[in-house]
């Protein structure tokens, strides 16, 4: 039984591919974070080592280890970043080394399964000499070995590495659709399930992880909270707030883009309650500050204030001195002295 969630055509090409006994040596999954791509990586490698006659029964010993992560056959590399040490968690590429371990393993039979099967989480984050080693692999596949590539952005793939694979695009859902998976499937009540759905802009990985930690919601609404003290305080309090996150950001890099992504949700939802689309907005817990927020600030405002955060992500990720980039954001977001030039302006 396949496990993710929407994705029917994706499904029905890989089943198709399995009953015809066609399958390529490499797949290349793309959509954003939380679509599904691992969910589906997965479920193709108990499909492909599955011992019933309908795989992927999920109920297997072989089916069970490959959702466990722990069948010896079936490996995921991922960014050396996401381990628990400070250094590890410093880690922005998937180095060589990983990539080496694999082409080595890879030209070994399979050792308790019919497939070895190696899923790379997050393939635009290799190395340039990770991606060449990569390439060389896909150049020469083993017999019964099977590489599936997961990307957010194929554009930072190498397109040699792209047309040596069969791409598989994995779109975000429609609201509706995580919405009735989640009170159906996981008995949530209708209104978090609406206010999940929207927050995860179609991508139910993030909602499924939210049922499962409280922990998440709350966080998320404490950085919006966060962030809206900071945009009305004054100088000092935004270069306290841009120190507090530079700060993070040399031990946590992930998790300071995440803020970012949600600063940049919080004021495109702004922009929508201020063109009258209200009915859009994703945030819908934060409605009355949105609509706050929306009666302050111009739209010309409000589309700086989006670009900025975006100029901020990318001069970080070229590695751009981190305090000096989140200070110009902070003073580059509205704050006291558009809301008087405002309202000054409405009292002539």
Known sequence: MWQIIGQNKAVSFLQRSLE??????????????????????????????????????????VCQKISAEKHADVQLIRLAGNGTTAEARTKTEIGIDQIRQLQHSASLPPFEGKYRVYIIDGTEQMSSEAANCLLKTLEEPGAKVVFILL???????????????QRLELPPLHEDEVAKVLTGRYHVEPQKARLLSKLCHGCPGWAINAIKDRDILLQREERLRRLVTAINGDYEERFAFASEIAFQFSRNRTAVFDLLALWCDLWHDVMLAETGASDAVANINFEDTITEMASIYSLAQIRAA??????????LKLNANPQLVLEVLMLSMPGREEKLTKALAGSR
Not at 29 to 58: D, Y
Not at 151 to 164: D, Q, W
Not at 306 to 315: N, S, V
């Open 151 to 165: 990307t957010t952005n194929e554009k930072l793939l190498l397109p040699t590495v792209i047309s040596r694979c």
């Open 306 to 315: 989006i670009r900025a955060i975006a100029a901020a992500a990318e001069q």
């Open 20 to 61: 015809r006994e066609k399958l390529a040596h490499a797949y290349l999954f793309v959509g954003p974070a939380g679509v599904g791509k691992t969910t589906l990586a997965l479920n193709l490698a108990q499909a492909l080592n599955c011992m019933h006659g309908q795989p992927p029964c999920g109920e297997c010993a």
